[in-house]
T-cell receptor
Framework: DAGVTQSPTHLIKTRGQHVTLRCSPI?????VSWYQQVLGQGPQFIFQ???????GRGNFPDRFSARQFPNYSSELNVNALLLGDSALYLC??????????????FGPGTRLTVL | GEDVEQSLFLSVREGDSSVINCTYT??????LYWYKQEPGAGLQLLTY?????DMKQDQRLTVLLNKKDKHLSLRIADTQTGDSAIYFC???????????FGSGTRLQVQP
């Protein structure tokens, strides 16, 4: 079975541009979470979606948005990119809405560089 | 300050035991996790411990939890070169949707 997949693997953008990152969860998983990992730091929570609804949001500006589709795949959108948005963006899927009940499986991430 | 703190770097020789330490601040932490991240890869869950446990052993891995001191450790027995990676401590609290990670400990295993 395929694990969590993310696309693209790498991306280079310039300041002010917009970016869309994509994630496909493990088959049967309905929950998708997004994390931002800046170089040298641990991942920070951005969003969780379950059954196409936002269930949690981290401390990120409104430039960050996401959505989940009927097939449970998800997109993360970032507008008006800043240099500080350069990071590895990780997607995690789990089978349950409650993160306490089920393991989160992480994808390999999308490396975003903002110039 | 950080909710979860870890030392930055640990170097050991192959065959020795490694101990990676983590401290957390929130007493409502429910589950505590150890993740491994290799270059170019996502995060791999190694093990976890529920907050009402003191110790958990899983093959070469031993997790110790001191709730009084809010201290968590991961011991890797017979460390191998393939164990070289960054290890993240993470916690989750009742009512939260997300994991809170430490900044990671880079483990270097020398042959």
């Amino acid at each position: 079975d395929a694990g969590v997949t993310q696309s693209p693997t790498h991306l280079i953008k310039t300041r002010g541009q917009h970016v869309t990152l994509r994630c496909s969860p493990i088959s049967g998983h309905k929950s998708v979470s997004w994390y931002q990992q800046v170089l040298g730091q641990g991942p920070q929570f951005i969003f969780q979606y379950y059954e196409k609804e936002e269930r949690g949001r981290g401390n990120f500006p409104d430039r960050f948005s996401a959505r989940q589709f009927p097939n449970y795949s998800s997109e993360l959108n970032v507008n008006a990119l800043l240099l500080g948005d350069s990071a590895l963006y990780l997607c995690a899927s789990s089978s349950d809405r409650d993160s306490l009940r089920s393991e989160q499986f992480f994808g390999p991430g999308t490396r975003l560089t903002v110039l | 300050g950080e909710d979860v703190e870890q030392s930055l770097f640990l170097s050991v020789r192959e065959g020795d035991s490694s101990v990676i330490n983590c401290t957390y601040t929130d007493s409502s932490s429910t589950y505590l996790y150890w993740y491994k991240q290799e270059p170019g890869a996502g995060l791999q869950l190694l093990t976890y411990i529920f907050s009402n446990m003191d110790m958990k052993q899983d093959q070469r891995l031993t997790v110790l939890l001191n709730k009084k001191d809010k201290h968590l450790s991961l011991r890797i027995a017979d460390t191998q070169t393939g164990d070289s990676a960054i290890y993240f401590c993470a916690e989750i609290r009742t009512g939260r949707r997300a994991l809170t990670f430490g900044s990671g400990t880079r483990l270097q295993v020398q042959p």
